[in-house]
């Protein structure tokens, strides 16, 4: 099948790349004319582990192109794929603007039966929205789908190829008929695809990622308490986990959930809840609980400390998680700017996330070339984001490099008996702290 894609974004990128290793041909269309100049010579402008591959495979195989031209691209193609951004407006509701800017043109360009397919994160209503903006420009027929993605950075290649289950919302039989042709390779393996109607698949999304949230969320409301009554959480995740109605996953405490999903899916949600006179208590607690818990080390620091005027700070990771370059509601910047209101000095070290962070800090902080030259000089070290490269130090050699052996740990990187008798202070979250 003939496929255009709208906004080659993450989502787009990956969702266009995955359709055409599925066998379509597909047209991935943005406005910047020079990432798309770059795709067309190669070149991914993301970093995801196993994209560039696949990429490269399916320019090669012509199965994969790239253009400005939305006109060309959706003359070529059946089925339109909106993967554009929907950022957080002022009051936290989503912005649609760029989605529906496109559906207009849409509208203006169409000439046969096209699907036109949501698979930007979209308040309910969205594809009613779509439907309705599309509609002023013509007459042809055309069905709106929501088709939310699930992905997770980091893992986008795996999860795309391999989804849990697609969810596909549509109330049209002859879009059904179609999204169950696209996603034929997936049933033919097992992966169930769900069809439902629009506005229930557009909440799933929501649902799904806030459930999450909460559940984070929760794990480090218990890891506080553990602090509290000298429990310890990893023994208390093992034991929750271990109920198959709980699970294993998404349970690690730690410094707060961040990323270009969660905080804003949580915040959009809780605003589509008070359009309506809804109040989400669950969530507005959830959004507070985390606000604190990202920071929740300085406050550590400064009662080991006292005064951080001066004090040197090696921080290990950047990215709001390992495994990408993303540094959007990391942690990291939460814990950075107040340390540094507070007189503290940093050094950094993220291979991967250095540069988006030089962009918007420039020099504000000192960047190291390696995990044990962050830590020259340092009074302490704190850990921001769970690289693995970070899992199995040599304590020895840390020692050797730092002022004090003082470690604050956000990301639960080290068993306890790892540090034991390594000689350093080692605060973690949800364990008893070692002295
Ligand atoms: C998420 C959803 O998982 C994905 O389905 C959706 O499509 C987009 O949002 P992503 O933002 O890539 O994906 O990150 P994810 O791996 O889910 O982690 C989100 C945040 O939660 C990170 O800050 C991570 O560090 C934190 N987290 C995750 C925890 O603190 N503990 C956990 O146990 C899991």
Redo the contacts with the bound molecule.
Sequence with gaps: MNITIVGTGYVGLVTGTTLAELGNTVYCVDIDFKKVEQMKQGIVPIYEPGLEEMFLRNIQAQRLFFTTDLREALNESEVIYLALPTPPGEDGSADLSYVLSVATQIGEMLTEYKIIVNKSTVPVGTADKVRETISVHTNIEFDVVSNP??????FAVEDSMNPARVIVGTESERAQEIMAKIYQPFTNTGIPIIFMDEKSSELTKYA??SF?AVK?TF?NEIANYCEKVGADVDKVRLGMGSDDRIGH??????I???????PKDVKALIKSGKQEGFDFQILEATEEVNKNQKVILVSEIEKFFGDLAGKKIALWGLA??ANTDDIREASSLDNIKILLEKGAKITAYDAIAEDNVRRVLGDQISYAPDMYSALQDADCLLIATEWSEFKNPNFDLMASKMNQKVIFDGRNMFALEQVEDSGFHYKSIGRRTIS
């Design positions: 993605e699930f992905l997770r950075e980091g799904a990622n999450l984070i794990m996953r998404f349970l690690f405490p730690g707060g959930y961040g990323g270009s999903c969660f709001f998680k």
